[in-house]
């Protein structure tokens, strides 16, 4: 294994480390647990980034079942590679995500393109960029809600009117992102690769108010990871991940790693355990069968929001379909990076 994978791996899990428990930790309830199995959602730089010509993901997350505000998130994504020429591919994709949360049914929508261009920097290393254009919206409901003004007097009563604007949707608004990502893989007969990079959301600030005299703007969302998987032995893998996000003044870390197993050429098994660093552990299992992979995994709260939730965080479900095709010998290159 060449030198610059072990030394960029160990200084970026070292500076990502370091970060993670020096920054302030608040939540972000619309985060996913399992972040290194979805990758398009991270960086758009992303798109493409693996050995089949196209791949598909879903995944869902319910979060904080025991309090009266709950959270729904489902985000559901497609890429595929788009050209290749040489040691350059270009690839594309698109994103859509939802959550809603609360009796308002406060919501955020989301659909937007990706593009990436990369480029093979020799036969294991990709250097790739890309960005993205999302139109994104919040939506409310507040015919669920009580209000003072329906208080008769003697008891709540729904007829009266709540006297107060009927908030519905902030619109459609555009908002860009963008992002770089260095990829490592090893060689055509072992199944180690690494991912590490950045991706930046709401470069533009959308602004995303109810009112027009109330100017509320989108904070940039920076995302600073690193995904790995290290072939250990012929039947076993290492996992390692680390991942930082901040959005304003809120910041969260996840760090987390663990073993899969192979089974059979086409079947695997993986276990990993992580911690969203001051919020929660998070135990997760993944099973892969040819092209599909499912992964599950539950939050397991210890943050002071414990007493809330009797440390029942979150339940996620993550599956994906990367789909191997055999190509002509005219097809075939002599390097596999692509």
């Known amino acids: 294994m060449p030198n610059i994978f072990f030394n960029f791996y160990y200084y970026f899990f070292t500076v990502l480390t370091i970060a993670a428990l020096a920054l302030p930790i608040q939540a972000q309830d619309l985060h996913f647990s399992q972040s290194d199995l979805h990758a398009l959602p991270q960086n758009p730089a992303l798109s493409g980034i693996y050995a089949s010509d196209w791949k598909a993901a879903v995944q869902y997350r319910s979060q904080w079942e025991t309090v009266p505000v709950q959270y729904r998130t489902a985000i559901g994504s497609f890429d595929t590679k788009i050209r290749r020429n040489g040691n350059n591919m ?24 990706r593009l990436s261009a990369a480029h093979a920097l020799g036969a294991d290393q990709v250097l790739s960029v890309g960005f993205g254009l999302d139109m994104v919206q919040r939506k409310s409901d507040i015919t669920n809600l009580k209000f003072k003004n329906q208080w008769d007097g003697d ?13 519905r949707t902030s619109g459609l608004k ?15 007969l072992s199944r180690t690769t690494v991912d590490a990079g950045i991706g930046v959301a709401h470069i533009n600030r959308p602004s995303v108010q109810f009112y027009d005299d109330n100017p509320v703007n989108l904070p940039i969302r920076m995302n600073l990871y690193g995904f790995s998987c290290i072939q250990n032995t012929e039947k076993s893998d290492f996992i390692v991940f680390g991942q930082i996000q901040k959005m304003s003044t809120a910041t969260q870390a996840l760090v987390g790693g663990g073993a899969r197993y192979w089974l059979s050429d086409q079947t695997a098994i ?8 001051g919020d929660a552990l998070i135990p997760a299992v993944q099973i892969q069968q040819n092209q599909w992979a499912v992964g599950v995994s539950y939050d397991i709260n210890y943050s002071p929001f414990k007493v809330a939730t009797s440390r029942r965080g979150g339940f996620e479900i993550v599956v994906t379909y990367t789909p191997t095709s055999v190509k002509p010998v005219k097809e075939l290159k002599v390097c596999p990076i692509f």
């Open 90 to 113: 270009l690839a594309g994709g698109l994103l859509v995500a939802q959550d809603q949360a609360g009796d308002a049914q406060l919501s955020w929508t989301q659909i937007g393109l």
């Open 155 to 167: 008891a709540y009563n729904p007829g009266l009117p709540s006297k107060e604007a009927d908030i």
């Open 174 to 188: 555009p908002s860009v992102t963008a992002g770089i990502n260095w990829h490592l893989q090893k060689g055509n």
């Open 270 to 277: 993986r276990g990993t355990i992580a911690t969203r660093i």
